[in-house]
């Protein structure tokens, strides 16, 4: 649920501040931010970096092991853990989507305390 919720995050952002973005690759890079199919509260399962740092890259790789994403997209995953990983998203869609992220999961901790 929390992915369906970054990608309504992101198009409420795109269309409350008129921003220019390509949809297609908004949504598909918020739908797949975090497809990295594992239970990062597993500590038996040999990552050895923090999820934190690790799961963008781990979903990149199953989305394109699984689907046809374009380099907008890729950005979009790779990114969007931003400033926790050093390197920003190049793109405005990936600047979204890492924006929505923070909101969508602050809203959900909130909610679970």
Same mark, same amino acid.
């Given at each position: 649920?929390?992915? !369906?919720?970054?990608?309504?995050? #992101? ?8 921003? #220019? !973005? ?24 040999g990552h050895k970096r923090p999820h934190g740092f690790y799961h963008? #890259? ?31 998203? !190049? ?9 929505a992220d923070k909101i969508c999961s602050t809203k959900e901790t909130?909610?679970?305390?």
């Amino acid at each position: 649920m929390h992915s !369906v919720s970054v990608a309504y995050m #992101s198009c409420y952002i795109a269309e409350k501040y008129n921003l #220019s !973005v390509d949809y297609y690759s908004l949504i598909t890079g918020a739908l797949l931010h975090d497809y990295f199919l594992y239970d990062w509260h597993d500590k038996e399962d040999g990552h050895k970096r923090p999820h934190g740092f690790y799961h963008p #890259s781990a979903a990149l790789a199953n989305a394109e092991r699984d689907f046809e994403i374009n380099s907008r997209t890729k950005n979009i995953i790779k990114r969007h853990m931003f400033p926790l990983t050093p390197i920003p998203p !190049v793109c405005l869609e990936g600047w979204v989507v890492c924006i929505a992220d923070k909101i969508c999961s602050t809203k959900e901790t909130i909610k679970r305390h």
